[in-house]
């Protein structure tokens, strides 16, 4: 690497190991962060709420998995992490279930008490043989579970999430999803899971703590900037980056209305609660995870934020309730939508970002693609490798 001075836009998870990285494989080099808002670790960002204590998952919560040996030892350098297992709920039509759809959700579901076997064979004569490469969500759900479980779990959700019929996204969304035909109920099937002790914003400024490296927070990007660098690192939108002279692309936004539960009943904030003036330990819903797929409830999903942190006690609690829309101008992009005009659109600009000399394109909005963090920190990890 002949470059000294690099330029970084984007203080999350990309940005941040692209930083680290870089500095530690190339000594001589210094890096600029610059992130637009007032904290590191984008998205992820935590913090703790000032009147309960509780570890907030401000954007929405995160729990880190991977089955990449060299991501886990990487984010534990930085981090204590503490094991977490996800085990989401979901209320649809006036009872809770276990997701992802296991045998418990399968025997509770239609009644039975299925073995193993008998529930996939169950399942299998629920499933639709006549598609067979599923094209899209429905037809991925129609062929591997049926009718039933995807009218009860998933069209509902999806539609609520996605703003658009499932037919229209891609099957690789429900691909996320294990469906398990014995008890385990974690919704994830990597080896290494878990979350950090003191939040992803403490771990991503560990991971910038580095003489090398200069964060720059409340900074705009503007294009002129990176003049002053050898090479930019960009790993914000792509479409605000040619300051959308082709188009928006398309992605979901979420919002939250917060319920906040503190110790004394005098001080009680929310409506839900109607307990004893001694109890100390608010529970609003028992789980960090509860989603609603039924059509006519309007938000997706309720995050309970302390039981992400199970090794905490806290007299209060903080509740938020996820509702999903269509970003516009100011909002904060979260999930990428990927419809056949976006990747259109993409198309163009990822044409004009491949004629940039050294600018590169990093991440979850920089790529318009749908990535957890283990993929985003695998990328970074990927690209200084090569470097
Ligand atoms: N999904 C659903 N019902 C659920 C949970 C998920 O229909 O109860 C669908 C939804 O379309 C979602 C996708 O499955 O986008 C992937 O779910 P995941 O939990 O991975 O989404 P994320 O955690 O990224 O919001």
Redesign the pocket.
């Known amino acids: 690497m002949t470059h000294k001075n690099i330029l970084i836009v984007g203080a999350g998870f990309s940005g941040a190991t692209a930083a680290r990285c870089l500095v530690e494989k190339f000594p001589h080099i210094r890096v600029t962060v610059l992130d637009k808002r007032s904290h590191t670790a984008g998205n992820c960002h935590t913090s703790r709420d000032p009147v309960t204590g509780v570890m907030l998952h401000v954007y929405g919560p995160h729990v880190f998995h991977t089955d990449r040996q060299d991501v886990w030892n990487f984010v534990n350098r930085f981090a204590v992490f503490r094991p977490f297992i996800l085990r989401t709920k979901?209320t649809t039509r006036g009872e809770a279930f276990g997701?992802p759809i296991n045998l418990h959700t399968i025997n509770q579901f239609f009644r039975k008490n299925f073995t193993p076997q008998e529930a996939r064979d169950f399942i299998a004569t629920k499933a639709d043989k006549s598609i067979i490469e599923a094209q899209n969500?429905e037809e991925q759900a129609l062929k591997f579970i049926g009718p039933e479980l995807y009218y009860a779990?998933?069209r509902g959700?999806?539609m609520k999430?996605?703003g658009c019929d499932p037919k229209m996204l891609p099957a690789s969304?429900?691909k996320?999803?294990p469906l398990r035909f014995d008890y385990n109920d974690n919704y994830f099937n990597d080896p290494y899971q878990g979350i950090p002790e003191q939040g992803y914003t403490a771990m991503v400024e560990n991971l910038l703590d580095d003489s090398r490296i200069c964060v720059k927070l409340n900074t705009e990007y503007v294009r002129d900037m990176s003049a002053a660098y050898d090479m930019t690192i960009y790993t914000g939108e792509i479409d605000r980056f040619f300051a959308y002279d082709e188009g928006r692309l398309r992605y979901r936004t979420v919002f939250w209305k917060t319920e906040k539960a503190i110790a004394s009943q005098t001080e009680c904030k929310t409506s839900t609660i109607t307990t004893s003036p001694d109890l100390k330990v608010y529970d609003l819903q028992g789980t960090a995870v509860m989603?609603f797929?039924d059509p006519d409830v309007p938000f997706t999903r309720k995050i309970e934020h302390k039981h992400f942190a199970p090794w905490e006690t806290h007299a209060g609690s903080v509740l938020y309730t996820e509702f999903s829309k269509e970003t516009e101008a100011d909002d904060t992009p979260y999930y990428p939508k990927r419809l056949s005009s976006d990747l259109l659109l993409l198309t163009k600009y990822q044409k004009r970002a491949s004629e940039l000399p050294n600018i590169h394109f990093l991440g979850r909005l920089a790529t318009y693609r749908y990535m957890d963090m283990h993929q985003v920190i695998g990328e970074a990890l990927d690209f200084v490798h090569v470097q």
């Open positions: 979901t997701l969500f779990f998933f959700y999806t999430q996605w969304i429900l996320r999803l989603n797929p």
